[in-house]
């Protein structure tokens, strides 16, 4: 009706270019069909490739939730899809196929992977795009991950193309060639952009670059949810370190942390001609409260056990829980190892002091073992030894006490 409208309303003039048109549009039908059909298949190819790349993403982000079989998380994941209109549903499940997580458009109760699909794949019918990928965490597979897309949105955008064409051809061959350059242009330059961020962030695992979007159209809403999707990966990655990096009981960095940063000051040291210095502490009578007053009154002497210990330190001087009552402080620039004395003591004096829990004064100590790198080890592993060693001579000594690693300490082989 809007079209036979808009002819009526032309001028004459008008109308007969249009039916020129319309005569050169009949006669460049055989073209007009090897382009439609070309554009068809391209467009099919490119919507296939597109929910094979989002299968990817989200497989990948996916992974640990199956892994560790946090269903909240995984659905969360499954989530991002809602940017994406023509994804119809998508589906978690474990190694047997059993439904783990899932996100559908409708209300579709999930239901297992049959064995057939449990294979990683990617089909086109003619009504949907059904892609299935194999879930890994480190090489170990996990679970798997379907797909479908449904193909609605792809004909929408062969039926609009098919008017382009047509407009096109009503106003000329040469006409039409300019303005499919300059359309396609517009139209894959934002797409273009976001291939080479996606490419970026693939290769540099930075998660804080965003897309600029410039429209409210299907291209500027892909945008936004891929700026949305980075957003989540790096919420989840910030979630992630503090788990990987940080002790849960006191919140200070936790053995794995340790050794980074211990390898790192030791490389510092030996490669600027600097000292470090680490020192190993081990809390005295802290397995008696442990069992006595029970395992949450042992937390909460080690959340002060903690807080003492950072109160004491400098600025950039680290502090580490590496195992249930032991500690580390790792000390970089150190420029006389007879400066160290003084804050190792002040140490012991801070733990010394009783601690109120829940009512009750609780005396604990601590014994503390210091060794320096290059004076006694050049490298994180040996100068842990060093001052567990110290530590136990300094326990030896009475407890309350600390000391520097000497090489007597060690007994030598028979």
């Known amino acids: 009706m809007k079209l036979r409208d808009w002819f009526h309303n032309q001028s004459i003039q008008r109308k007969l270019s249009s039916i020129t ?145 047509i407009l096109c051809t009503l106003a000329g061959l040469a006409l039409a060639q300019w303005l499919a350059r300059r359309l396609i242009a517009r139209i894959t330059e934002p797409l273009s952009r976001l291939v080479a961020l996606t490419h970026h962030v693939a290769d540099q695992k930075d998660y804080t670059l965003r897309e600029t979007v410039e429209s409210t159209d299907e291209i500027g809403d892909l945008s936004q949810a891929f700026n949305t999707m980075l957003s989540h990966i790096h919420e989840r990655d910030v979630r992630l370190n503090q788990l990987a990096y940080y002790d849960s009981v006191t919140g200070l960095a936790n053995r794995h942390y340790f050794k980074e940063r211990a390898e790192q000051a030791v490389g510092n040291a030996l490669r600027y001609g600097s000292r470090c210095c680490l020192m190993f502490i081990d809390l005295d009578r802290f397995k008696a409260v442990n069992d006595g007053l029970g395992h949450d009154v042992g937390d909460e002497l ?22 249930g009552d032991e500690f580390a402080v790792i000390l970089e620039n150190v420029k006389n190892l007879s400066d160290v004395a003084p804050l190792a003591q002040k140490m012991i004096n801070a733990l010394t002091e009783s601690f109120l829990l829940r009512g009750q004064n609780v005396s604990i100590g601590a014994s503390i073992g210091i060794s320096a790198c290059p004076e006694h080890a050049d490298s994180m592993a040996e100068l842990l030894r060093c001052a567990d060693i110290a530590m136990y001579m300094a326990k030896s000594q009475g407890r309350g006490q600390y000391c520097f690693y000497r090489a007597d300490f060690e007994v030598p082989s028979p």
């Open 21 to 165: 048109a319309l005569v050169l549009v009949a006669a460049l039908l055989p073209t007009g069909s090897v382009m439609l059909g070309y554009e068809y298949h391209a467009i099919r190819k490119a919507a296939l490739e597109e929910v094979q790349i989002q299968a990817d993403i989200i497989r990948n982000n996916a992974a640990a939730a199956v892994a560790f079989q946090d269903p909240v998380a995984a659905t969360e994941v499954l989530g991002t899809l809602r940017a994406s209109p023509s994804i119809a549903k998508a589906m978690l499940f474990l190694p047997d196929g059993s439904a783990f997580a899932h996100y559908t458009h409708a209300h579709i109760a999930p239901g297992p992977l049959p064995p057939e699909q449990r294979a990683d794949s990617a089909t086109a019918s003619w009504k949907s795009i059904l892609v299935v990928r194999s879930v890994h965490l480190k090489s170990q597979m996990v679970g798997w991950l379907l797909i479908q897309s449904s193909l609605d949105a792809f004909y929408v955008r062969m039926q609009l193309y098919a008017a382009v064409v």
């Open 302 to 323: 080690l959340q002060g056990v903690a807080q003492r210990l950072s109160r004491t330190l400098r600025n950039n001087d680290v502090v580490c829980r590496i195992g």
